[in-house]
């Protein structure tokens, strides 16, 4: 990708956000740890669309870091923007922040180690710089364009190498590991979200003989409740397979990011007309997602080959989502 800003200067932006993460998410932790009775929170959209205090806090920490920083880059916060009245994506080719200050609430209130402070910078919507800081798990994810993506600023992912980078599995998605999210829209209504994602969680999950010979088999099905560690762990060859829909920019841009300068491969969650054409590049704004580990070639086929049938075989098992958005 040709970036507008120079790489020297998205290698300070890249410092400046590292340093930014570790500050956000030693907050988080101190915010843990300070709790002495249950964890305080406020619903939002329904009882598992939560917001805490800290969430608040975190964003205003770095939302002010940022804007004294960089004033000419544009911010959009998961806080901020729920705040607004706006539900359209609302990113555009300037330099923005997308920022959320605690992806995996649900997580945090239950002092469950899976949650993180997740800051991006996108650039002709295309997230350039990414870090993810888990604190309780003291992981550090971070990637520059042209700078590789690497775990606690020392180890290069994907981690996976034996000697070198394998391939998606010759029967993939059998032998994957496959995240997933259960999300938060819960309604029960027939054909709606949850009953989809569960039919589809259910058919990649079964024998292979299972549906008309549809089954995935993979080897295992997680859900870690924070998509932008769901992406990490796919930067990092944890996860194989990510299929999800529903969740917004915020909790995608950085996993994205560290994902993609991995070698990782990100496209639409919801099969197209022809699975067999050209996989389009996720849109951001989307909220529609299926990534893929970074992947080395096989004795017949390209790396990307090798994901690019993953993709394909994974749609060919998923329902389609339906997460609308004004403007889409
Ligand atoms: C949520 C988490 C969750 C995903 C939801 C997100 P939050 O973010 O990433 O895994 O399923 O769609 O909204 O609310 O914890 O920041
Ligand atoms: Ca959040």
Redesign the pocket.
Known sequence: MDCPIPQSELDEIYTFAIDLARKAGNLLLERLNERNSEQVYTEKENAV??VTQT?EDVETLIKKAIQNKYPAHNFIG?ETYAKGSSREYLIDEKPTWCV?P???????THAFPM?CVSLSLIVSHRPVIGVIYAPMLSQLFSSCLNRGAWLNESVRLPLIRNPSIPPMPANAPGKCILAC????DRRDVPGGNLERKIESFSTLAMERNARGGLGGMVHGVRS?????L?LAYTALGSVDVWW?G???E??VAAGIAILLEAGGLVTTANPPEDIEGPIEDVRLGSRLYLAIRPAGPSATETGRQTQERTVREVWKRVKQLDYSRPGA
């Not at 605690?102 to 945090?108: A, C, E, P, R, S």
């Not at 999210?181 to 938060?184: F, S």
């Not at 870690?224 to 932008?228: I, R």
């Open positions: 669309d939560l969430d998961e959320d605690l992806d995996g609430t649900v997580n945090f949650f999210e259960w999300g938060k870690l409740g924070s998509a932008t769901d999800e529903g969740c917004w915020w909790d």
